[in-house]
């Protein structure tokens, strides 16, 4: 197969839309950032907010590691929290925390917060979008936001959260609240995709960290809607990609929501991935991130597993079962490219 002219014609875009190419294309969740000695020396001292809302930081931290392992595809540098900023919510990244809201939601009338999002708050968004495909040529760029319920866990629990008790309390308690808080969310990350899409994006990806803290009962109840507010108006713009962790039991309803290629963690061997999300739908996925630090043979094992069983599905982006650690020998993943590219 010769290289591709433009990325619609990419391995990434063949795979999500069923026409997968000689191989799986690859590209790894947080290929940009930590695990780079080179983005730890651009962020040496800026700091992480202001990192995400300049365009030329944006472009160069989204390149490296196109540079640097040779994917085939960069994923747009930023964070879920993103869009909340930009419409004035109060939140600051805290090194070695995540994301911290100034003021939780506990009412209707703290609603209010979340208006929605114009492109006109996202300049840098925009301006780094167009740079990048400037940049990027035939490879494609992946824009990125976070989820309807996963934004939502930020703003009840106001940060992080192992259990999510605050955030279910909310749900089951008080649905008017809950419906009416995740269909504002749905607004604003449906318009940040809409953004990345209109300046050039090739694929988006909808990233729902949590979901996987739920039932599939709760989750078609409480979520699906929601999700598919996101993803429905997208369709057949570019390919859509939903992921979220822990996800195994709700990969059907995952698929409900309108993705084209559902992402998979390292739980659910890729064939029985395919086979619970039903024909038609791509996957992405999915080894396991702990592998990273093991032997070069053990990770050629997993690779070539993962390769074999993704072939089971009408198309497959070789990705890892979630981010790339901050402690991953960034040759790691330059080999693991390279072996792909090698199948």
């Known amino acids: 197969m010769s290289e591709p002219a433009h990325p619609s014609e990419s391995l990434l875009v063949r795979a999500a839309t069923g026409r997968p190419g000689p191989r799986p294309p690859v590209w790894f969740m947080r290929q940009a950032g930590r695990s780079l000695p080179e983005y730890r020396a651009l962020r040496a001292d800026v700091a992480m907010l202001d990192a995400l809302q300049d365009a030329d930081l944006i ?32 939140v600051d990244i805290v090194p070695g925390v995540g994301p911290v809201v100034e003021k939780p939601i506990r009412s209707l009338a703290d609603l209010d917060q979340l208006r929605v999002l114009d492109p006109a708050d996202v300049p840098y968004v925009t301006a780094a979008v167009r740079s990048l495909t400037r940049e990027l040529g035939a490879t494609p760029l992946i824009g990125f936001a976070g989820a309807p319920f996963t934004l939502a866990s930020y703003r009840v629990a106001g940060g992080p959260s192992k259990d999510h008790a605050r955030t279910k309390a909310l749900m089951h308690g008080d649905p008017e609240l809950w419906n009416a808080l995740l269909a504002r969310l749905a607004v604003i990350a449906r318009q940040f995709l809409q953004v990345q899409i209109d300046a050039g994006a090739s694929a988006v990806q909808l990233f729902d960290s ?10 078609e109840r409480y979520v699906l809607p929601h999700s598919k507010a996101v993803l429905e108006p997208l369709a057949g713009s570019v390919p859509l990609i939903h992921f979220g962790v822990g996800t195994g039991e709700l990969l059907t309803s995952m698929r409900a ?16 991935a395919s086979r619970r999300i039903g024909p038609g739908a791509a996957v992405q996925g999915n080894l396991d991130p702990a592998f990273l630090g093991s032997e070069s043979a053990v990770i050629e094992r997993e690779v070539r597993r993962i390769v074999a069983e993704g072939r089971q599905a009408p198309g497959h982006i070789f990705n890892l079962g979630h981010g790339v650690p901050p402690s991953t020998d960034p040759d790691v993943l330059t080999r693991i490219v390279e072996l792909v590219h090698s199948l």
């Not at 949590?210 to 989750?219: E, H, I, P, Q, T």
């Not at 929501?257 to 029985?272: H, K, N, S, T, Y």
């Open 59 to 90: 472009t160069e931290i989204t390149l490296q590691p196109v540079r640097r392992h040779g994917v085939d595809a960069a994923i747009f540098f930023s964070d879920i929290v993103v869009p909340l900023v930009a419409i004035g919510v109060g």
């Open 210 to 219: 949590w979901a996987g803290a739920l039932s599939r009962a709760d989750y």
């Open 257 to 272: 929501a309108g993705a084209d290629v559902v992402g998979v963690d390292w739980r659910v061997p890729l064939d029985e």
